[in-house]
């Protein structure tokens, strides 16, 4: 009887741990400008199921803007997909396939949390495209 005893707080404590952490990256979207329905996609980020979530459109409306994992490793996921970095401007990553001609721009915002980091990518190739 001990046993279930100790699984079962064992059991408890993971869920509130988690339950935690929810609740945490709910605060960090708000602050960021993002509703309680981004959470899901935060959350896949985080325990890296996903590489990012596109959630927004850019000011300008040519990036998408994207929920992405906190330690930026595009640059060899991009890679593995057949994107080289072609040249770098502006604090933006410029990828194309082959070396005459970039296919699309990355960029890291200075939007970050414990969380993840908020990225824009060229609105015609969404990270979501990538998978």
Not at 4 to 18: D, Q, R
Not at 81 to 110: H, P, R, V
């Amino acid at each position: 009887m001990e046993k279930k005893g100790f699984l079962g707080l064992i059991v408890t404590l993971i869920i509130v741990g988690l339950a935690l952490i929810e609740i945490m990256m709910v605060k960090s979207l708000s602050d960021m400008g993002y509703s309680a329905s981004d959470l899901w996609g935060a959350t896949k980020v985080f325990y890296n199921i996903s590489r990012g979530v596109t959630v927004d459109t850019s000011t300008d409306g040519e990036m998408s803007v994207f929920i992405g994992r906190k330690k930026n490793d595009y640059d060899k996921y991009f890679e593995d997909k057949g994107y080289k970095k072609i040249y770098e401007l502006d604090g933006k990553e410029y990828y194309g396939k082959n070396s005459d001609q970039s296919d699309f721009a990355i960029e890291e915002t200075d939007r970050t949390c414990t969380w993840f980091t908020i990225y824009e990518i060229s609105e015609e190739y969404p990270i979501e495209s990538f998978d």
